[in-house]
């Protein structure tokens, strides 16, 4: 049947051709040795074999039986005696060339046919094409034509590149479609079967199986489809009827371009419809035409109108195989469909090819964010691309597609079902169900319409209430062969459909699965690849059908349905999210369960929500189908997992304390399925209340021996405290001893007395007693005596269960009483001397503090009238007076005078008495220090000055203080002016020091003839009590030469010269008889001595006279022999004085002596054109000058002679200033080359050598031959070779144009690439060496030129490698907890940094990188802010990964916040790169005081009838916060209660109602209280203190001791003494919150001091390290003392080392594996392994190992069968994981005659070859391969030394191979000599040659550069930080520092007075916590507060500060001064 067919289209061809001989077969044949000759018709009668065939070609062509030739076919096959049977057939078309790989110079024609198949017949019913259901079926066809270029790519090795090109013009017929592919394009037969409709693959296997190649189209037997993964085995171009289908319904035409692999010439057919048309229309045979065979890159066929597919085709050059299909006649409804939907069928593409463009796996989520990834699967990478004229192309590859449907189905789902069904034996069809959960109150199933849909429903259609996600639609998307089927889904299968029965699995489960089925090739599709034929139907064959699960890709036997409805059931339980958790606080683990694996991770939650209804922590709740049900309050929610935030779940677990606790005190966690949602809260509450009845409430307390101690009492020093009974009373007021409760065990109650003393750090415990119960008296305490201890106290008197101390039960506390009293001191007996302020100054007033204390040691207060006496030898003192204040006597003003010595000041002891006293007197010691400056003294000006006009004058001063001593001052700065002339210069100088000496300009006077006085006055600058010095001077004229004169002598005598003449003279010449004369300033000649002679220069000789000098004579001058060279002479003194006089000589020319001939232009002509420029002929004299003019009759003399020369055109011309001109110069006829052209003027001859030149320009070729191999080099690096073109002809042969144009550009990968320049004239253009920035892998660089109409183009194909050296990105390791408490640690940060090749940089200092952390607000959302703070690494320790970066036990801010941190890591050059922000939500911790939303002032109230005059509160907001200050509690309701409290005994005032307290609620941690009013005439004690006090009541505070708040208030009851006191207590309140803020500032201020300091020290620690480190590298300590001669070292080592390295050095001259930096696998080639540093040994010992140099070592044996299978076999591979490695030799192994020779000693220094090895990186691994490559070769001298040593080593053990460093060889087995062992010159080598390594000068000169670049910061760093030290001290020693204090003592003492009015006692310090809790507003006169350092600072004080003076600048009362304070990190 097969052979029928083949007959009947032979026959059909015959018919239709009738250029073919009916008898005789022919053939037509192309002789392309080197012409563009037609075709000739060779008749193939009576020819039977080649030898035949090849005489008949000889004949028809004329062709000399000895010339050689070779017949092929299009393909380049050679026509041989083997393949002539198999390659000639009638009707082909052969070539005659000269051998098989030469270049075609002419394209050729060859005929082809391609009438349809008879299937065109029999198959056409079976599919309308394209019978789309309602959707647009361009994209369908379109993936036609990508079917085929997946079929053509299917064998690439490396990438398989697929473009889609679309030009599209609406406004015209210039549109066109290209689809471009790297495939194995098509034979010219190949290209005849594609155009023949209908004939799919399996006809054209059978149609000519003589073919050698593996079909006819070249394709290998493709893998079964059960061996590839979704069958993806890219065989889907099947029918022969896709393509041409595709083409036509697209467009009117097609240009078919392709070339096949191995092939030099392509092959292009053009089928057109109006072709088609014409041919009908003239009856020609329709199904026929030519392909056209032509040169790569030659577009001349075309024409102007088709520039796009000429551009297409300069593509070409470079490219081993390619098939370009273009499209023309593009339908407009299709180019504006195109055009305007193109990110829709872009998706649809995607969707149809997702598993070959992302993998079997399709498109996962990869990990790398925004990154692209490589590609997953085959290389295949499919681009789209549309160019619009005038705009911006619009590029998309396929792969980058994220919202196509598969994408969408696989990124929503949680877990798939894979299994696999066999149908019928070899039908296989793979499937995968994905399960798309419920999530967050909604389906995730992907909502978008599916390909397909809008023929049947719209989406609104697709959904049911009943059925949510999925709805109607079917589950199953079918793929065929790996691409989509788009018309056909299968809705679903018997096991996995939906049951008809509710089982225990949700219906809508069975709604939120997705599926794909995937078939091999035995199932058949439409010819248009739209629907299957047969799938459903066969798959539902359940007799011939059997399913398999997969499971790691293996078949399981098993229920099918069962194991579908088990992972079903899964996916529900584990996946779909129902309950919602709230509040998430955190992970633990519960070591409590059985099983391990569920102990941990358990998350931690505080509420839930179900059902809508909410469960909180603290709510009471009832648990059901529990025995017996538990009621209980909610403690927490748990569930199982890692989880942060707000989650959703099925199911979790509830933990609940069983109530009331007094009776169960027991926690149990139970299932939440047990929680009884309906239960009643009042229900509840109810059954808590009455059973908890008999508890202890209160207790009575009773003084019965007297001396009660009541609340407020103030005692003194050894008081006694009486005896105490306690009564313990529950709520029915009946006393008891017990806990009540039958059911438990009965507890005692003991009664605890504790006294507590109230310290500054906390409360201190005096005294402590437990007592028992007796029933004669109850609980029962002893009197306590001599209580002594000042302060506050509290008797503090507890119920506690038995002997424990417990003082809870139940979560309850048990009662308590407390009785506050105070203790005071005595008078005073001694003394101390408190803090003083140094340093002191001589006449500088100070303050002495004397601190009284009593007999007991307490402070106390000093008596009147007490006056101190001060003595000390050898001073004067005095003072102003005295001050009490508290219990300090300030000693006012006191003065100092008397001699210090020195500047450094000098010790004193000062003796303080104050009379009267037990202890009166104290002795201390102080340094005094000289005063401020008060006088100045110049010891210059002494002595009477005068100085000479021109110099500088050194001033000595010095600045004293009031008492005669050299003070010193920060600012001394001094000026020294002169007077008495304008432009006199001012000197001035810092002296600081006290002493220093000024010198300055010099003092010049112009033209000064005599002598001039003058006036220096000396005064020191911002000190106008200091008086100046004034000193007359004298300033003299200079005596120093001022200018000079000078002669030359001729024959008619001397003449003098002028400065700067021009003096002209004959060229060559002499000038002599010079002479010259110097004089002074004052005009009088100077006599030249020996020293002033030796200072005389000249610019004519280098050296002089001394004789002649002294007498004024200086040697002749030459003048120069060209008249063009002037010459500028010079007389100089080389004193400095700057004294000089020049001339210039212009020469003059001679006689004609000589002619010279140039071109003016280029040298080069082309044979038959003008010489390019002018032949100038120069006439010069003896010295090569131009004669001017030229005599009348010159050109008579002038002849020209040269071979070919046109003499009728040539002209000749007169050139001015020069001589003559040669124009139009011609040469006709002869050899190309050099030619000479002889010139003759008179007798004297020249002659002018010129190029010729062959024709014009028609390629491009790089002049250095390595840019055809691939170019390697790194991002945003140089080329190492520069790019140089040559223009040439056909020939090669160099051509020259020199208005070429040329371009360089980059493929759309390569950034920034765009050059353009003009051939120079060689017809060269040279780019240079471009920086290369793109992604890493292969790139194009292309060079365009334009010659003429014609473009020119030339590639380089460029590898960009990853640059191990450029830093990406910063990659953090950490725990993912995103919450903290406030105070709590950071997780520990595990920081690297990653280079481009993926490795993690190890060179990175710790000092780069930093952790920046800071709080978000509306500025710094995404950048820190500048408050934001840093951290450095920690030290490294033992166990740190190499390269990485530990951040551990970084404490989280103070203040309350969402903060961000990230890690910076500085790269050099000024450039960073960060890591990925992290944020953190820092919670506030637990409540522990209570604090108002303001300052509160101090209140006065009265009982009088206006309700204004007795409110207490209107509005008072109080706030629940933490220890830090932080707002809490938002969690936290419940109830506060407000009472009064006061001293005044039971005269406590009223509230109305006559109540004491009154309650209010808290909500969210806040309470708002309001309106509290006084009584009215409620009782009170008038001018007495109370106040108020607000307690918290809450029960989710019961664990936390939460402070009140305490308010005092003032009571009256006159109402014009309440407003009287009220007025004062807010002067009180003002001049607290004054005193308050000028402390805070001070306080601040002292603790930046100290940290300025302690920063200093540090920096000067660090200098002193790095400079102890510099000199051990011998650098002295005297080089590195400036940051200048830093700088200067650091240059010089810079260019040391960058000379070394620049040195020429050995370099291997192997080339480097393409793929070797792209693979990790890889380590290179043997030969770039090591290095070795004798040139000697590397030359042996390469060429010993020569056959291995090229050796490519892997560390896998995978990676070697990779790298074979890429090269073909052809490269060396070791695998590491190969080598046996037992045998390899220990690499530190002594030698052999030091092991078993002791006493031998050998000549010739032996040496193992191994060990002259290094290793530039992987020491280990080259070792091994080294190791056993070498074993134990040694090394020796020379012949005789190595058979010496053999002789000597064989009598003991084997001796290895020897080598000699004079090139030979002796084997092991003892051969030696012949070729094979003597080694090879290097040239011989080709590069396989070790390298030597860096000098070892670098290394060390690296190391200098990074510590002196070190050193460098640390002295800047130092030098910055003292500036600041030094800038704060003197802002704390200013006038308006000092003004501050002042003002702060004086509101101090009016606050004092204040007090005293309104009858309080002084205020104590407190601390400002306890300030902020009671409202008021105390001094802090005497805290100066110290911080601690650490190596970082804490973010929450950076943060905390920012609302205190030291952040930020505040205006205190009084001034206007402010202080700002810089952050140092």
Same mark, same amino acid.
């Given at each position: ?48 074999? &080649? ?12 062709? +000399? ?301 990869? !990990? ?5 990834? /490589? ?96 709805? =109607?639609?079917?589950?199953?998307? %079918?793929?065929?062969? !790996? ?194 949602? +309906? ?144 203790? @005071? ?108 400056? &008060? ?65 300055? =300009? ?98 004519? /000789? ?113 050139? +001015? ?78 051509? @020259? ?410 370099? %291997? ?54 790298? &074979? ?34 006493? &031998? ?20 691994? %080259? ?203």
């Amino acid at each position: 049947m097969k052979k029928m067919a083949a007959n009947s289209k032979t026959n059909v061809v015959r018919r239709a051709t009738k250029t073919l001989d009916e008898e005789d077969s022919v053939v037509f044949v192309y002789d392309r040795r080197k012409g563009s000759e037609p075709e000739r018709r060779i008749d193939l009668g009576g020819v039977f074999n &080649y030898q035949t065939f090849r005489d008949r070609i000889r004949q028809e062509f004329n062709i +000399s039986s000895n010339t050689h030739f070779v017949i092929t076919t299009t393909n380049r096959k050679e026509v041989n005696d083997d393949e002539y049977e198999d390659l000639v057939d009638s009707g082909d078309t052969l070539y005659i060339l000269n051998h098989i790989s030469q270049n075609l110079p002419a394209p050729a024609k060859e005929r082809v046919e391609f009438l349809p198949h008879y299937d065109t017949l029999v198959k056409s019913g079976i599919y309308e094409y394209y019978a789309s259901a309602g959707q647009n079926p361009l994209p369908f066809a379109l993936a036609e034509l990508i079917d085929n270029s997946l079929t053509a790519t299917s064998d690439n090795l490396g990438p398989r590149s697929i473009e889609l090109r679309l030009f599209l013009d609406e406004s015209g017929d210039k549109s066109m479609i290209c689809v471009i592919d790297n495939g194995k394009g098509m034979t010219s037969r190949q290209l005849n079967n594609w155009a023949i409709y209908r004939l799919s693959k399996f006809i054209r296997k059978e149609k000519k199986p003589k073919q050698n190649e593996d079909d006819e189209d070249g394709r290998p037997n493709t893998p079964t489809n059960e061996s590839v993964p979704r069958s993806l085995t890219s065989d889907i171009s099947y029918f022969g009827v896709g393509g041409k289908q595709a083409i036509f319904f697209i467009g009117q035409g097609t240009r078919m371009i392709t070339k096949p692999k191995d092939s030099r010439d392509v092959h292009e057919l053009t089928i057109s419809k109006e072709e088609f048309e014409r041919r009908e229309k003239n009856r020609e045979a329709i199904y026929s035409g030519f392909i056209s065979n032509r040169p790569v890159g030659d577009a001349r066929h075309l024409g102007s109108d088709e520039q796009n597919v000429k551009n297409l085709i300069s593509e070409e050059v470079g490219k081993e195989s390619f098939t370009h299909v273009i499209i023309t006649g593009i339908n407009p409804d299709h180019i504006h469909y195109l055009k305007h939907d193109f990110n829709g069928w872009c998706r649809q593409l995607a969707h149809i090819y997702h598993y070959y463009i992302h993998g079997p796996r399709g498109n996962e989520a990869s !990990g790398l964010g925004n990154k692209r990834p /490589m590609s997953p699967f085959k290389n295949i990478d499919i681009t789209v691309g549309i160019y619009d004229r005038g705009k911006t192309p619009r590029l998309i590859s396929l792969r980058d597609i994220m919202d196509d449907m598969q994408t969408k189905y696989i990124r929503s789902a949680v877990d798939s079902f894979e299994f696999r069904a066999v149908v019928e034996g070899t039908g296989i069809v793979e499937g995968i169900l994905r399960y798309h959960p419920f999530l967050y109150d909604k389906e995730t199933f992907p909502i978008d319409s599916i390909p397909g849909a809008e023929s049947d429903m719209d989406d609104g259609e697709y959904y049911k209430e009943d059925r949510p996600a999925r709805g =109607n639609r079917p589950i199953f998307e %079918c793929y065929w062969s !790996g691409r989509l089927i788009p018309y056909t889904y299968v809705e679903n299968f018997d096991w996995c459909s939906s049951p008809k029965k509710r089982g225990p699995i949700p219906t809508e489960c069975y709604n939120r699965i997705s599926g794909v089925l995937w078939t091999n090739d035995k199932f058949e599709v439409s010819t248009n690849k739209l629907t299957f034929i047969d799938l459903e139907v066969r798959l539902r064959d359940i007799k011939n059908t059997i399913f398999q699960k997969i499971v790691l890709g293996q078949a399981q036997r098993v229920k099918i349905d069962r194991q579908f409805h088990e992972w079903l059931r899964e996916c529900h339980e584990n996946y779909d999210k129902q309950v919602k958790f709230c509040g998430f606080e955190g992970t633990i683990s519960r070591p409590e369960l059985t099983v391990k694996r569920q102990q941990s991770p358990w998350a931690v939650f505080k509420a839930i929500e179900w059902d809508g209804k909410i469960f909180k922590r603290g709510q009471l709740v009832r648990t059901f189908r529990t025995m017996p049900h538990i009621t209980g309050t909610i403690k927490r929610f748990l569930l199982y997992g890692h989880h942060e935030g707000d989650v959703f779940a099925t199911g979790g677990e509830m933990e609940i304390a069983q109530e009331p606790r007094l009776l169960y005190n027991e926690v149990k966690i139970v299932p939440l399925s047990k929680l009884e949602r +309906s239960a009643n809260d009042r229900v509840l509450k109810r059954f808590i209340e009455e059973e908890e009845g008999k508890l202890p409430e209160k207790l009575v307390v009773n003084w019965p021996e007297g001396n009660q101690v009541k609340q407020g009492d103030r005692m003194a020093a050894g008081s006694t405290v009486g005896a105490i009974q306690v009564d313990i009373r529950n709520r029915k007021g009946e006393s008891i001893s017990r806990l009540p409760g039958s059911h438990l065990t009965p507890k005692k109650l003991l009664v605890e007395l504790k006294v507590m003393l109230h310290t500054h750090n906390g409360e201190e415990e005096l005294v402590s007693h437990l007592s028992q119960y007796v029933k004669a008296w109850s609980y029962w305490f002893k009197r306590m005596e001599n209580m002594k201890n000042l302060g506050d106290h509290t008797i503090k008197i507890q119920v506690v269960l038995n002997e424990s101390g417990v003082t809870e039960f139940g979560g309850k506390p048990l009662p308590s009483h407390k009785i506050k009293f105070s203790i @005071t001191e005595a008078p005073p007996s001694k003394f101390s001397v408190g803090l003083l302020d140094p340093p002191f100054r001589v006449g500088i007033p100070f303050n002495i503090p004397l601190e009284l204390q009593d007999e007991f040691n307490h402070c106390t207060k000093p008596v009147p009238d007490m006056r101190p006496l001060l003595e000390a030898n050898g001073l004067q003192l005095s003072f102003a007076g005295v001050q009490a204040r508290g219990t300090t006597l300030i000693v006012k003003d006191v003065t100092a005078t008397g001699d210090v010595g020195s500047f450094q000041g000098k010790n004193f002891n000062l003796k303080v008495t104050l009379p009267g006293l037990t202890f009166p007197t104290q002795t201390m010691k102080i340094r005094l220090a000289p005063g401020p400056p &008060y006088s100045l003294t110049v010891p210059t000006f002494d002595e009477e000055i005068s100085i000479e006009n021109g110099q500088a004058l050194n001033v000595t001063i010095e600045v004293r203080d009031k008492a005669g001593n050299i003070t010193v001052h920060p600012k001394l700065h001094v000026t020294c002016k002169f007077l008495g002339a304008p432009g006199l210069p001012t000197y001035s100088g810092d002296c600081s020091s006290g002493k220093t000496t000024l010198t300055g =300009n010099i003092i010049f006077f112009k033209n000064l003839k005599k002598g001039q006085r003058i006036t220096a006055k000396v005064s020191l600058q911002n000190f106008s009590d200091v008086l100046p010095v004034e000193k007359a001077i004298q300033v003299l004229p200079n005596s120093n030469p001022f200018y000079i004169d000078m002669w030359y002598t001729e024959k008619k005598g001397s003449t003098k010269l002028r400065d700067q003449q021009e003096l002209k003279w004959p060229a060559g010449e002499h000038i002599g008889g010079i002479l010259f004369a110097l004089f002074d300033e004052g005009g009088r000649q100077i006599k030249i001595s020996p020293e002033v002679a030796s200072k005389v220069k000249v610019s004519w /000789m280098p050296r002089l006279n001394q004789d002649k000098l002294q007498q004024g004579i200086l040697p002749d001058i030459k003048v120069p022999s060209s008249a063009a060279d002037s010459k500028y002479v010079q007389l100089s003194l080389s004193d400095g004085s700057g004294v000089e006089f020049g001339f210039t000589i212009r020469p003059e020319p001679g006689e004609v002596s000589q002619i010279r001939c140039v071109c003016q232009g280029s040298r080069k002509a082309r044979l038959g054109e003008n010489l390019d420029g002018d032949i100038v002929i120069n006439v010069t004299d003896s010295h090569g000058n131009p004669i001017k003019k030229m005599p009348h009759g010159a050109l008579s003399h002038l002849e020209v002679t040269g071979e070919g020369l046109k003499t009728k055109q040539l002209q000749k011309v007169i050139l +001015s200033n020069t001589g003559f001109a040669l124009r139009q110069v011609r040469f006709e006829g002869g050899n190309l080359g050099q030619r000479e052209l002889c010139i003759k003027y008179h007798e004297f001859t020249d002659y002018v050598k010129l190029q010729m030149l062959a024709g014009p320009a028609t390629k491009l070729m790089f002049v250095d031959t390595s840019l055809y191999e691939p170019v390697t080099v790194y991002s945003g690096s140089r080329l190492d070779k520069n790019l140089t073109v040559q223009l040439c002809d056909d020939a090669d042969n160099p051509t @020259t144009e020199p208005n070429a144009r040329m371009t360089l550009t980059g493929s759309s990968g390569l950034e920034n690439v765009n050059l353009q320049m003009k051939a120079d004239k060689d017809g060269r253009a040279t780019f240079g060496r471009p920086i290369i920035v793109a992604a890493t892998g292969h790139h194009k660089l292309t060079i365009r030129a334009i010659v003429g109409r014609s473009a020119l183009v030339i590639t380089v194909d460029v590898y960009v490698q990853p640059d191990p050296n450029k830093l990406t990105k910063v990659l953090v390791d950490y725990d993912k907890t995103r919450s903290l408490v406030v105070g709590d640690f950071f997780p520990a940060f595990d920081v690297r940094v990653e280079a481009e090749d993926g490795s993690v940089f190890m060179k990175l200092p710790a000092k780069n990188i930093l952790m920046r952390l800071w709080i978000v607000d509306a500025s710094s959302q995404n950048k820190p802010s500048q408050q934001a703070v840093s951290y450095v690494p920690d030290n490294r320790q033992q166990d740190d990964k190499p390269g990485h970066f530990y951040f551990r036990k970084r404490k989280a801010p103070e203040v309350a916040g969402q903060y961000n941190l990230f890690f910076q890591v500085s790269t050099g050059n000024q450039n960073t790169i960060v890591s990925d922000t992290l944020s953190y939500m820092i919670n506030p911790g637990p409540p522990v005081k209570l604090v108002p939303d303001s300052r509160q002032a101090m209140m006065t109230v009265s009982n009088t009838q206006k309700s204004l005059s007795r409110s207490l509160v209107r509005t008072l907001k109080l706030q629940l916060k933490d220890q830090y200050g932080n707002a809490t509690g938002g969690n936290i309701s419940g109830k506060v209660t407000v009472s009064l409290c006061g001293d005044g005994g039971n005269e406590i005032p009223m509230l109305v109602g006559n109540t004491s307290s009154a309650e209010f609620n808290m909500s969210k941690g806040t309470v708002t209280v309001q309106n509290l009013v006084l009584q009215e005439s409620t009782p009170g004690k008038d001018g007495g203190e109370y106040s108020l006090k607000v307690e918290v009541q809450s029960p989710q505070l019961k664990q936390t001791n939460v402070e009140p708040y305490v308010q005092p208030f003032l009571f009256y009851n006159d109402a014009r003494k309440q407003y009287r006191m009220a007025q004062l207590t807010k002067e009180r309140d003002t001049l607290l919150q004054t005193i308050n803020v000028f402390q805070g500032f001070f306080q601040t201020t002292d603790k930046l001091v100290a940290e300025m300091k302690m920063s200093v020290q540090e920096a000067q620690q660090n200098e002193s390290q790095i400079k102890g480190e510099l000199r051990k590298t011998a650098i002295h300590s005297n080089q590195i003392n400036s940051v200048e001669s830093i700088q200067r070292l650091l240059g010089q080592a810079q260019r040391q080392r960058e000379t070394l390295m620049q040195a020429p050095r050995r370099k %291997c001259g192997l080339s480097t594996y393409v793929d070797m930096n792209n693979d990790p696998a890889i380590l290179g080639k043997i030969g770039q392994l090591a290095e070795v540093d004798d040139d000697v040994v590397a030359h042996v010992l390469s060429w010993h190992m020569y056959s291995d140099m090229d050796c490519l070592v892997v560390r896998t044996s995978e990676a070697a069968m990779k790298v &074979y299978k890429a090269t073909h076999g052809r490269q060396q591979v070791l695998p590491l994981d190969s080598i046996f490695r037992k045998n390899i030799p220990n690499w530190n192994r002594e030698l052999p005659h030091l092991r078993y020779l002791k006493n &031998y000693q050998p000549t010739g220094n032996p040496v193992f070859a191994r060990h002259l090895l290094k290793f530039p990186a992987n020491e280990d691994s %080259c070792k091994l391969v080294f190791g056993q490559l070498l074993t134990d070769l040694i090394i020796l001298d020379t012949l005789e030394d190595a058979t010496e040593y053999r002789r000597e080593i064989v009598k003991v053990i084997p001796c290895p191979t020897l080598l000699t460093r004079d090139g030979n060889r002796i084997k092991s087995n003892g051969k030696f000599g012949g070729t094979q062992n003597q080694f090879l010159p290097l040239e011989k080598m080709k590069g396989a040659i070790f390298g030597a390594p860096i000098p070892n000068g670098c290394h060390q000169l690296s190391r200098q550069i990074e510590l002196l670049e070190s050193l460098q910061q640390a002295i800047q760093k130092r030098v910055e930080v003292e500036l600041e030290l030094r800038t704060q001290e003197e802002e704390q020693n200013s006038a308006a520092m000092r003004n501050k204090r002042r003002e702060c003592q004086e509101a101090a003492e009016q606050l004092a007075l204040v007090e005293k009015k309104l009858g309080m006692t002084q205020t104590s310090p407190e601390g400002a916590e306890g300030q902020e809790r009671s409202g008021r507003l105390t001094p802090q006169l005497h805290l100066h507060g110290k911080r601690g350092r650490s190596s970082s600072r804490s973010p929450a004080s950076s943060i905390a500060d920012e609302s205190s003076p030291s952040t930020r600048s505040r205006r205190t009362p009084g001034t206007a001064a402010t202080v700002s304070v810089k952050r140092r990190r």
